[in-house]
C-alpha cells in the first residue's frame, strides 16, 4: 500500500478575483483556513513581479495567521529570495516567470541555469527553507535539480492535464505518453534523493493516474479549485480533491 499524499490549495486566483475591483473580499487567508479546514495540507501562493494576484501583504498575514505550511512560488530573484527569507516560509517552488504570460506556462529549465540558480537556493536553504523547483518531467532537470541541492522537484503536469482536453489534441495515447513520463521523472528523483510533488491543469478528471504515481508525495493544484468553487463552494471542491487523491493512492 501506498503512502498518503499531501494536497497543497493555490489561492492566487481568489486574489485575482478580490484585485478586479480592489478592496479586501475575497480575503485569500480566510480562504487559507476554509481549504485547510476541509482538508487540504498546505497553502501555496505565487508573488508575482508584478504582484497581479497575491501581494505582499498576503504573504505577511498567511506567515502571521496560518500555521500549516505555505509554499511560497516566486521567481529566482534577488528581490524575491530577500522576501522569502525575511517571511520565511515553509518552502518555497522556484518557477520560471514572464510578465506576459497568463499562468507559468513551463518547467524551469534548471539544466541550462545552474550557474544562475545556486547563489538562490543556497541562500534560501540558509534560511531554512526547503526549496523546490518547478521543472518538465525530464531526466535532465532532474539531475541538474540535485546538483543544485534542492529539496524537492515539483513536476510540471500540464503536458500531461492537457492530453485530456480534445480541442487541443488531446488522446489517450498522449495521455499515458505523459504519464509515463512523469513517473520516470519521479522514479529519478526519488533515486536522486528529492521528494517530488507535482502540479498544474490537474482537475477531477485527470488527477487520480499522477496520485497514483508512488513517489509523489504532494499535488499542488489552484485554477480549477477556484473555478469550481463558484458552482460547489471551497470546502467542497477540496474535500472532493483530497478524497480523489486519497482513492488513488489505495488509502480510501
Keep these: 500500500m501506498m503512502g498518503p499524499i499531501r494536497l497543497g490549495v493555490n489561492l492566487d486566483h481568489v486574489a485575482t478575483l478580490r484585485n478586479a475591483r480592489g478592496g479586501v473580499h475575497p480575503d485569500p487567508v480566510l480562504a487559507a483556513r476554509v481549504a485547510l479546514a476541509a482538508g487540504a495540507d498546505g497553502i501555496t501562493i505565487h508573488l508575482r513581479e508584478d504582484r497581479r494576484h497575491i501581494r505582499d501583504a ?3 498575514r498567511m506567515r502571521a495567521e496560518i500555521t500549516a505550511p505555505i509554499n ?3 521567481a529566482a530573484t534577488e528581490e524575491m529570495v530577500g522576501i522569502a527569507c525575511k517571511a520565511r516560509p ?3 517552488c522556484l518557477v520560471p516567470e514572464r510578465r506576459r504570460e497568463l499562468t507559468t506556462e513551463g518547467g524551469l529549465g534548471a539544466a541550462e541555469q545552474e550557474d544562475a540558480l545556486r ?3 543556497r541562500q534560501l536553504s540558509e534560511a531554512g527553507i526547503a526549496v523546490t523547483l518547478f521543472i518538465d518531467p525530464d531526466q535532465r532537470q532532474v539531475e541538474a535539480a540535485a546538483r543544485l541541492g534542492a529539496a524537492a522537484v515539483e513536476l510540471h503536469t500540464g503536458r500531461y492535464a492537457g492530453a ?3 480541442d487541443s489534441g488531446g488522446t489517450e495515447a498522449l495521455r499515458q505518453r505523459e504519464l509515463e513520463r512523469l513517473q520516470g521523472a519521479a522514479r529519478d528523483a526519488i533515486r536522486l534523493g528529492l521528494a517530488c510533488h507535482a502540479g498544474h491543469g490537474l482537475s477531477f478528471e485527470n488527477v487520480g493516474p499522477v496520485a497514483a504515481i508512488p513517489e509523489v508525495s504532494e499535488l499542488n493544484i489552484g485554477h480549477f479549485l477556484i473555478c469550481q468553487a463558484i458552482f460547489d463552494g471551497l ?3 477540496v474535500s ?3 478524497s480523489l487523491m ?3 493512492r489505495g488509502l480510501g
Excluded: G, N, S, Y
Design 58 to 60: 498576503d504573504l505577511e
Design 72 to 74: 511560497l512560488e516566486m
Design 90 to 92: 515553509h518552502a518555497c
Design 119 to 121: 547563489l538562490p537556493i
Design 164 to 166: 485530456f482536453e480534445t
Design 235 to 237: 470546502p467542497a471542491v
Design 240 to 242: 472532493r480533491m483530497k
Design 246 to 248: 486519497t482513492q488513488a
